[in-house]
């Protein structure tokens, strides 16, 4: 979990973050945004709106933390010096410095662990819900919608042929979730989640092991839903095993449209009347990448 801080106009990091033991139901992903600094110059016309995802991938992950149990990865860069624009900004205390010698650590760097191709099946098919993390999901958003109003999900789903080992199902993190305003775009930001792979152990589906189960969902407000919820992906994991491994990525801002249900059936688990949304695109991004599991 990443207590990530606001530093002013030149890097804000705001992070929610659902946290616990690994086990299906207790996901753990974060979110966070890297606000950008004032050009000292501007163009005339400004960058094209919309939405893209830079850079996608698995990476290593350390379960060393800091003194304040929040884990030391992913760690973003925050000084700014004594003079120039936006002057004054301290450093990052959970990553203060870099090089050799050190100095401080400056805004707009940041630390992760390695990204890799290959993956040990040994390491990553969690066969139990108290598994290690294996890696550490990271996707980057550079982000010009200045959409302040629709509600931004996220979508990981990993597949192996026709066997899917990890689903997050749809992540609904609210409206204007940085708490930002249409002058501070364009952003950069990232979810990243530390976890693993396979069905945990938990063979009978759908939303068994990781493939996530609905979180704080169905709703029981349509007008002041708790954030984030999950919708769950109904789909059923199987073992992660030796071969090739899809991650395919998914941001969207989307406007809700929210469903009174009455049934126990509908309202799964949630006392009745409970809320299903169905949401109206308004912006989306999609990255696929790739792992060999050996």
């Known amino acids: 979990m990443k207590r990530l801080f606001a530093v002013l106009a030149v890097l804000a990091v705001v992070v929610f973050c659902i946290s616990g033991a690994i086990a299906e139901e207790t996901p753990h992903s974060h979110i966070a945004v890297l606000k950008h600094a004032p050009s000292d110059v501007r163009p005339l016309t400004g960058p094209p709106t919309g939405l893209w995802i830079p850079w996608a991938d698995f990476a290593a992950f350390s379960n060393a933390t800091n003194s304040d149990g929040t884990f030391l990865w992913p760690c973003f860069g925050s000084y700014v010096p004594s003079s120039g624009t936006n002057t004054g900004i301290a450093a990052n205390p959970d990553c203060p410095t870099i090089g050799d010698p050190s100095v401080p650590f400056p805004n707009g760097g940041v630390v992760v662990g390695n990204p890799n191709y290959l993956w040990a099946v040994a390491d990553c098919n969690a066969t139990s819900t108290s598994a290690p993390n294996c890696g550490d999901q990271e996707t980057f958003v550079t982000d010009n919608t200045a959409d302040l109003t629709d509600d931004l999900f996220f979508s990981l789903v990993i597949t192996q042929g026709t066997t899917t080992i990890y689903d997050s199902g749809t992540q609904v993190y609210g409206a204007n979730v940085f708490g930002l305003t249409a002058a501070d775009f364009p952003i950069i930001w990232i979810n990243y989640n530390p976890q693993n792979l396979g069905d945990q152990g938990i063979t009978t589906g759908p939303n068994n092991g990781n ?84």
Do not use: M
């Not at 493939?211 to 969902?217: G, M, S």
């Not at 169905?218 to 109904?234: C, E, K, M, R, V």
């Not at 801002?253 to 949304?277: H, L, N, R």
């Open 211 to 294: 493939c996530l189960a609905n979180l704080n969902y169905p709703l029981t407000s349509d007008t002041s839903p708790t954030f984030p919820y999950y919708i769950a992906g109904g789909k059923t994991c199987g073992a992660a095993t030796a071969g090739v491994a899809t991650g395919t990525v998914t941001i969207e801002y989307g406007k809700p449209a929210y469903t009174k249900e009455t049934t126990a059936a509908k309202c799964d688990g949630v006392t009745p009347p409970c809320y299903t949304v169905k949401f109206t695109k308004e912006h989306e991004a999609t990255y696929k990448f790739t792992i060999d599991l050996y």
